[in-house]
């Protein structure tokens, strides 16, 4: 197995993604954290890791609240004892369910949310305290994901 003997935390884990993500890694020998503000999406996803053979943590988890990041890493030692990947699958678009949105009639609310899910989120993740310390392990992972409209990978976007 692939992933065996490793422990992930997966944020978005609930649908999409986030979900298909958690249970591949389950399968391939992962111990997955499911977190999610989406708390009975998450339950299914766990179910999911669960029918793939794998050992899951549900968190609920809003990834702009810096202590409830701070909680996703406490609740994933306590009961895997380590963290090796981090998936930062977490994040929105503009508009209901990724339609397109006019933007004379977006509340600044709702793109102040955007940004912080796909910003902030991703800062509070990686570059701060209790996740830090873990990312200076070398076996550490913590990819950034995005389905947006972008044809390539950094630099030559």
Known sequence: ??????????TGGAKGMGRAISQ???KEGAKVTIADIDLPGAEETLRGVQAAGGEGLVVKCDVTDSGQVRETV????????????????????????GKPTNLEILAEDA?????????????????????LPWCYQPSVTAPALSCGEGRGTWPHL
């Not at 197995?1 to 997966?10: D, F, G, K, P, Q």
């Not at 306590?78 to 678009?93: C, P, Q, R, S, T």
């Not at 793109?111 to 996740?131: E, S």
């Open 74 to 97: 406490a609740a994933t030692l306590a009961a895997f004892g380590k963290l090796d990947i981090l998936v930062n699958n977490a994040g929105a678009v503009v508009g209901a369910q």
């Open 111 to 131: 793109w102040d949310r955007v940004v912080d899910l796909n910003l902030k989120g991703v800062f509070l993740r990686q570059d701060r305290q209790p996740i």
């Open 1 to 10: 197995m692939l992933l065996e003997n490793r422990v992930a935390i997966v």
């Open 24 to 26: 591949l890694f389950a």
